[in-house]
C-alpha cells in the first residue's frame, strides 16, 4: 500500500501545477454548474492495474463529494475495455481532476505492465527483476510501488537506506578492498553492495568479504567470468545497459538480481481513457 501521507502532497502539486488560481476555465465556461455525470476510467490496452489509490485521491481532492468505485484491484491485470474505475457527480469537478489522475494512472500501470512482461519472461529462474533510483524526481515512491505491483523487487530507496557502494565512490576512497573497509566500519552494519566492472575487481571485492556485487556493464565474455569467480560467495546483481532480450540469458547464467533503470526512466504511459456521459 502506498502511504497516503505521501500520496497527498504529490497530488496536491499536481493539480496545483493544473488548475492554477483560475481553475479548468474551459469547464466554467462550457460546463453548467449543475450538471451531473458518470466517467469510467477504461484500458484501451491489455495493462497490469496501479495506482487506484492515487487516482481516487485526485478526485476526492478536486470534490469530496465526488463517488469513486474502484472496479478492479491494483495488481490485477486487465483487457481492452474493461473498466478500472468509475467515477460520479458534478461533470465540472471530474473533468477537474480527469488528467491528473490519468497522468498518474498511466504512467504506473506502464510500469506496471512492463515490469510483469519482464518477470514472466525469466519465470522459474530464480532471478529478481529490480527497479534502481532512475525514477521521475517527486515520484520515487508511486514508482516502486508499481514495480512490485508488476511482480518486480524494489532496490533501496534512496541514499539513507543502503549502502551501494558506486565506481566514483571507491575511486576517490583509495580503491575497492578500502572502501569496502571504510563502509564496513562507518555503514552502522548495513549490508554492503559494491559496483565492480572487471573480474579483478570482482576478486579484490570478495577478498574484502563484501556480501554483494553489482555487476556493471560487463560484456558476455567478462560477465560470463565473473559469475563463475563469484557465484556462491556474494549476492549477484547484473546491471547497465540490459535489455529485454538479454533477460533469459542474464538469468540463466545463476545470479540473483537484474536491475534496469528503463522500468522507471524510460516507461511508456498505459493507453488508458476516461469516458464520460451525463448521468
Partial sequence: MLD???VRPVVRAALDEDLGQAGDVTSAAVVDAETRAR???VARE???VAGLAVAREVFRAVDPALSVRDDCADGDRRAPGDVLATICGAARSILAGERTALNFLQRMC????TVRRL???VAG???QIADTRKTAPGLRAFDKYAVRLGGGTNHRAGLHDAILIKDNHWRLAGGVAEAVRRARRGGGGLPIEIEV???AEVEEALAAKAEALLLDNMNGAVLERAVAVARGRAFLEVSGGVREADLPRLAALGIDRISLGAITHSVRAADLALELEPA
Avoid at 110 to 113: L, M, V, Y
Wanted: overall charge positive; proline content about 5%; charged content about 15%.
Fill in 4 to 6: 497516503p501521507s505521501l
Fill in 110 to 113: 506502464g510500469i506496471a505492465t
Fill in 46 to 48: 491489455s495493462v497490469v
Fill in 39 to 41: 466517467g469510467r476510467i
Fill in 197 to 199: 566492472t572487471t573480474v
Fill in 125 to 127: 529462474r530464480g532471478v
Fill in 119 to 121: 518477470v514472466d519472461s
